[in-house]
């Protein structure tokens, strides 16, 4: 073959390949979700919309990266690393008030449900007041893990050192006596409690009064400028949540798959979390005031007025 021919063959093959394309068909954008850890909810949220298409559907490609933390997270859409990620709303507040432009978009719940403050079952601290001057284990600095830290610290009247060690450090770290206590999630909290490894010193979920925990964030840059695109994200990620409300089975099985938990365990995560999960990401003024003042009185200071803190957008939850 000449190299004349080569030449229009390969014109035609593309010609070809164009012609395969359906029309009109939107090329994909790549969408960054950040997860502050694996065995989180938002990261289940994130990998079932994925599973399932709808990010697609979106005409988005999604890249999941896990951090070790909300404080991670957060540096991460700040410094554009990351489209949207989960956030607590203090962290926000206290940024804002420094010039770094990061904004609620989706809330998540107003319950800490699972949230414990725990020591090793074998441990002799029996009240919060025991562990003024111990080392307490958080995620990392400005995480939902520091902000209940600095709750629980505040309402004892003490102090701790809270000391990150990441999402997959927590349990490890206090039950091999390098912690006094950790702020553990659920469903870590669910597992190592009912393994018996773990005993609550607090439970957050009824200690503490309904507050926004937080929720996925974006920079304001992205929703001046892409809003549309962001809006599209969060559609995918509470589509996420609305099949797995109407698939118990396979939700059940990917929270047990994912967080390596027996499924008796997944199945408390799925009916005590994500089925208390807000379904169209509404906030309130009143819900953010709250966990603002909550944080305000755990020496949280600085922080930007609770209206400037999140915006309400029309999400629409993808379906497959």
């Known amino acids: 073959m000449t190299t004349k021919s080569m030449a229009r063959l390969a014109a035609l093959l593309a010609f070809g390949a164009m012609l395969a394309l359906p029309v009109g068909a939107p090329a994909q954008e790549i969408i960054r979700i950040g997860c502050p850890t694996k065995t989180y909810f938002p990261t289940i949220l994130a990998t079932v919309a994925k599973e399932k298409g709808l990010f697609e559907k979106e005409g988005l490609r999604p890249e999941i990266t896990i951090y070790r933390g909300g404080g991670e997270t957060f540096e991460a859409i700040a410094a554009n690393s990351a489209d949207l990620g989960p956030v607590a709303v203090p962290l926000v507040a206290t940024s804002r008030k420094r010039g770094v432009l990061v904004k609620l978009v989706g809330g998540n719940a107003d319950e800490w449900s ?50 990150g060690v990441g999402g997959g450090g927590l349990v490890p770290n206090l039950l091999n006596d390098n912690l006094a206590a950790a702020v553990i999630y659920s469903p870590l909290s669910y597992q190592v409690v009912s393994e018996g490894k773990v005993r609550v010193l607090q439970d957050f979920a009824t200690a503490m009064p309904p507050n926004l925990i937080g929720g996925w964030a974006a920079t304001d840059k992205n929703l001046n400028e892409r809003r549309a695109f962001i809006l599209k994200g969060l559609n995918a990620l509470y589509g996420a949540l609305e099949y797995m409300r109407n698939n118990p ?60 803190v999140f915006m309400n957008v029309p999400i629409i939850p993808t379906k497959p």
């Not at 709250?290 to 609770?306: H, I, N, Q, T």
């Open 114 to 163: 699972g949230w414990i403050l725990g020591v090793k079952a074998a441990s002799p601290i029996k009240a919060v007041k025991e562990l003024d001057g111990k080392k307490v284990g958080i995620t990392s600095a400005g995480s939902g893990t520091d902000t209940l830290a600095l709750w629980a610290q505040s309402e004892a009247k003490v102090t701790f050192q809270r000391v």
């Open 249 to 308: 089975d396979y939700a059940i099985k990917t929270i047990a798959t994912n967080n390596e938990l027996p499924v008796e365990i997944a199945k408390m995560e799925y009916e005590k979390t994500f089925l208390r999960l807000s379904r169209d990401g509404k906030m309130t003024l009143a819900s953010v005031e709250k966990a603002m003042e909550l944080a305000a009185a755990s020496g949280v200071k600085d922080m930007a007025p609770a209206s400037e």
